[in-house]
């Protein structure tokens, strides 16, 4: 595999799709389309046949630019994946995802008898779990074999686009939900504004995306990259994409990092400090690991961690970021 890194690009016309501006962004990094299909294939069992995949991705390799502006990271000129493409990814069994940490996040703040909109809905996984909370819970998705298999489970799924489903049904719900579909669409503010749209006013409109600063990550993920996704984002492109769609951002929230993830890093740190102890360092370092793990990282005070958000002040993150936006009144 190789990843060839630039210090500067020299992209001229790449516009932002957050903040649309146009400056001279900088590359973070350019990854060979042959790279991520090889891995695709080999991690996800996924072969995308050679003309979608060349009709999705043209270009020998994407692009990763930074905003100079908003900060937003996301891949030149890369368009949304067709429906050919989403075909050939939604047959892996492990396409979409069970559940979700935001699921129940959400679901605990429902008022009961509120209406619910999940845009992107998959499966309808999120409207199974919050069916006896809610007055009416619709999902709209764009795939249409995943609709068939949703509406057959008894839940109220529409074959379609936000696009259209949106101005025939203004100010219908109390609350609208995007799960990782923001850094699919190729304008997020318009995306916001749509999905508010069907919220009345004072009702809130919940957006969650993969955090990019989280924790745990592979060196090259090939359904975090174009024709997948355009774009990657962290906690303060959220805030700006309130700003900028004029929809008040309420509150962000993490999700929390596996426990594994600081418990390794830590016992690793703390045996390379007192490995170098001479001769009783080795014997030092197995025992401190041990009781450090037991003290420090027991379930209780891991509970405190994650509800004081010590961890994230720690540089420690889970998959996905959530942002609550309150619809003005
Ligand atoms: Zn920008």
């Not at 509120?114 to 996984?125: Q, T």
């Not at 999120?126 to 949703?150: H, K, M, P, Q, Y």
């Not at 669409?185 to 969650?208: D, I, K, M, N, Q």
Request: proline letters at 7%; hydrophobic letters at 40%.
């Amino acid at each position: 595999m190789s990843i060839d890194l630039h210090d500067a690009s020299p992209d001229p016309g790449a516009r932002c799709p957050l903040c649309e501006d146009m400056r001279q962004h900088r590359l973070v990094e350019e990854i060979p389309n042959r790279v991520l299909r090889e891995i695709l294939a080999a991690d996800w069992g996924i072969r995308i046949p050679e003309a979608i995949a060349l009709r999705n991705a043209p270009e020998a390799a994407c692009r990763l630019l930074e905003c100079s502006s908003c900060g937003l990271r996301f891949f030149a000129r890369a368009k949304a994946g067709d429906a050919g493409y989403y075909g050939a990814l939604s047959v892996a069994a492990k396409y979409y995802t069970p559940t979700r940490w935001e699921f129940g996040w959400v679901k605990r703040r429902l008022q009961p008898g509120a209406s619910i909109l999940d845009v992107g809905c998959g499966p309808g996984k999120f409207l199974s779990e919050i069916a006896a909370v809610a007055s009416r819970a619709v999902g709209l998705e764009t795939n249409a074999s995943v609709v068939e298999d949703a509406c057959r489970n008894g839940l109220e799924v529409y074959l379609g686009e936000l696009g259209t489903f949106a101005p025939e049904n203004a100010g219908k719900f109390d609350v609208a939900c995007a799960f990782h579909v923001l850094e699919h669409v190729e304008a997020p503010v318009a995306f916001l504004r749509s999905l508010a749209s069907c919220v009345r006013p004072g009702g809130t409109v919940y957006l969650s995306v993969p955090n990019r600063e989280r924790s745990e990550k592979a060196p090259v993920e090939p359904l975090d990259c174009p024709p997948h996704h355009l774009h990657r984002w962290g906690s303060e492109q959220l805030r700006v994409v309130g700003r900028i769609s004029g929809i008040p951002l309420r509150e962000i929230a993490f999700e929390p990092v596996d426990i594994r993830v600081p418990r390794d890093r830590l016992r690793a740190a703390v045996t390379r400090s007192l490995g170098r102890i001479p001769f009783a360092g080795d014997f030092f370092s197995l025992w401190t690991g041990r009781f450090l793990w037991r003290l420090i990282l027991s379930p209780p005070l891991w509970k405190l961690y994650c509800r004081r958000g010590i961890l994230e002040r720690m540089g420690y993150f889970g998959h996905s970021v959530l942002a609550a936006f309150s619809c003005p009144e």
